[in-house]
């Protein structure tokens, strides 16, 4: 046996650079790769309150988890539900952000400092917290909301409790919480566009409308397109607004799909078919993924 | 200036401000209310008109949340579980967020490439068999199984990564020819030079860890051991009635993290723009 010298100590026979990122690694692959392939199997087994007990009493089920799934109705609903919030959300959200964006950016404007951040307060609060209050907000009779509306001739909405207006609620609730985000990233794009060119549209005589129709928009289109689809895709494991605010209710009007899979999973501890729910769930965030891949430019994402 | 371009401008100018004034108190009105109906006395905050301010400001809630209701308790769990978490994820994500960036070793890149994948994949995927996992370990109700699982972070080592690259390389270098290790390199100098970061890092890792509801949700069963996410929502489901009460709850919930944001908001925004536009 040679043994390494006095000098070399065992361990420098492993890379330095593999002792800085070994504690990082194995806590990525114990708490996180790991459990994605577990959940891989776990989404073909009968794995309930029994197997939790006792896991012996797991059983291979094949592909039956996802044929129960795919056959209820309320997951049907619950993926509705979720491209509702996403796909309307999404959009919204992004153009509050661009408004909001716009404005901070404007050049006449002073305290550019202070209006950043009232706008991007919303979105470091609790979640739990802010959408207790916004219940407070939706109330038919007493909230801040209706009454307000009240004054334009709106008739009072029961936000919170008609089935038709739940989701719009949760989406308008979420858009004031997370615009804020997405304008940071359009405020940093608004700065990267030369001053040249809104200086060469206006001594053309473009008005300012013109000049962000033809100027701000074609240029901030990259990013715009990268910021919707990176939103959606946040969007789409929406939970804690129906978990608080409705329950998933009214008629399930806002149960979303991590909803759906949190009460599959650790209400009724039917674990199996939360995780094939979980990877439907995936299944439609890889495809928002792909689309995201095929229309960002020059591979910014 | 002719009359007429000062004319557009100025209303221009006016336009921008009521803008500005709208969007202001959209975006501050539930938060003003919330701290408004915190003062109320019981049932102030449900008649007809609302009211906006509290007509005698009491501090009754407060007391009761503290009192009656132990949430104290609560914000100090909160306040253990994302120190701890943020101790741990600078510790951890750092060295590797460093090491991706300036140690060169093999299998360097193609683990940061399926890494960088792994970004892709929701978080709620794992979560089932990372309960069952925290379960065997003996960790469910116990403050390790929160935190253990946050402490690194894909977004946490990207964040570093980027900032790291920065670094000039004959400045490691130096500092090896005169016999430093590898840690030593790192402690002494790497470390005061990304501090920048590593604040950016500390503010994101807290807020998220204090603001986060699901994952404790799923891993504490016992109330004591609640954080405060958790407990508030508990809490609305005994008391949705009393509104001031609950908005008290909510003031002390979300103040902490919006001064904290406040203070150091220049770090926070950093990770916003450094994290999205890699």
Redesign the interface.
């Known amino acids: 046996m040679t043994a390494p010298s006095a000098r070399t100590p065992r361990t420098a026979w492993i890379a330095p650079g593999w002792w800085f990122v070994a504690p990082a690694l194995t806590l990525i692959v114990v708490f996180f790769v790991g459990p994605v392939l577990a959940a891989i199997v776990l989404s073909f087994t009968d794995f309930d309150l029994y197997a939790l007990a006792d896991p012996r009493a797991a059983r291979w089920v094949g592909l039956r988890n996802y044929s129960r799934v795919l056959q209820e109705p309320l997951f049907w609903q619950a993926l509705r539900n979720t491209l509702y919030f996403a796909l309307v959300g999404g959009p919204l959200t992004v153009a509050a952000s661009l408004g909001a964006a716009l404005l901070v950016n404007a050049r006449a404007l002073r305290w550019k400092g202070t209006a950043r951040a009232v706008f991007f307060a919303p979105f470091v609060t609790t979640l739990v917290a802010v959408a207790i209050v916004w219940r407070y907000l939706y109330h038919p009779r007493y909230g801040l909301l209706n009454w307000m509306l009240g004054h334009v001739g709106v008739q009072p909405i029961d936000w919170l409790g008609d089935p038709r207006w739940a989701m719009p609620a949760i989406i308008l609730m979420a858009t004031w919480k997370n615009f804020g985000y997405n304008m940071l990233i359009f405020i940093a794009g608004l700065q990267n566009i030369p001053r040249e060119l809104h200086e060469a549209a206006a001594l053309d005589g473009a008005t300012p409308f013109q000049r962000f129709r033809h100027v701000t928009i074609p240029m901030l289109a990259p990013t715009m397109f990268f910021v919707v689809i990176v939103t959606m895709i946040g969007y789409l494991q929406l939970f804690t607004e129906p978990y608080v605010m409705t329950q998933g209710g009214p008629l399930r009007a806002t149960t979303s799909l991590v909803l759906y899979m949190y009460e599959e999973g650790f209400r009724w501890w039917r674990l199996g078919v939360a995780a094939a729910i979980a990877f439907l769930l995936f299944l439609v965030i890889v495809l928002f993924t792909l689309l995201q891949r095929r229309i960002s430019p020059r591979g910014a994402a | 200036m002719t009359m007429a371009r000062a004319r557009e ?1 100025r209303t ?2 006016v336009a ?2 009521a ?2 004034v709208v ?2 108190a ?6 003003l ?2 701290l408004s ?1 915190s003062f109320m006395a019981q049932g102030e ?6 009211a906006l301010l509290p007509r005698n400001p009491t501090l009754v809630h407060y007391r009761d949340l503290f009192g009656r209701l132990a949430l104290g308790r609560y914000a100090m769990n909160s306040a253990l579980v994302a120190t701890v978490t943020t101790i741990g994820a600078l ?3 750092a ?2 967020g ?3 960036a300036k ?4 299998g ?1 890149d193609a ?1 940061f490439r399926a ?1 960088a994948a ?1 970004l ?14 925290i ?1 065997s370990l003996g960790l469910v109700n116990n403050y390790g199984g929160v935190i ?2 946050g ?2 972070s ?1 977004f946490g ?1 990207f964040l570093v990564r980027q900032y790291a690259l920065a670094i000039p390389d004959d400045l490691l270098d130096a500092a090896r020819i005169d016999g430093a290790s ?1 840690f030593r390199v ?1 402690r002494s100098i790497v470390l005061p030079t990304i501090q920048p970061v590593l604040a950016t890092l500390a503010l994101w890792t807290f ?1 998220a860890t ?2 986060d ?2 994952w404790p949700l ?1 891993v504490l069963s016992d109330d004591r051991k609640y954080t ?3 407990a ?2 508990g809490l ?1 489901g005994e008391h949705a009635q009393d ?1 001031e009460l ?2 008290a ?2 003031v002390i ?2 103040l902490p ?2 001064i904290l ?2 203070m150091l ?1 220049r770090y ?2 950093e990770g ?2 450094e994290g ?3």
Do not use: D
């Open positions: 401008f221009g100018t921008l401000y803008a500005l969007f202001g959209l975006s501050l009105l539930p938060l209310w919330m109906a905050a449900t008649t007809f008109p609302p510790a951890i994500n060295s590797a460093y090491a991706f140690l060169r070793f093999r360097r683990t890494m792994g892709a994949i929701p978080v709620q995927v794992a979560m089932l068999p990372l309960f069952l996992l379960k253990i699982p402490l690194s894909i080592i590898e790192f807020l204090w603001n509801f699901m799923i405060l996410p958790v508030l929502a609305v509104v609950m908005m709850g909510a919930t979300v993290v919006l944001f406040l908001q926070y925004v916003v723009t999205s536009v890699k």
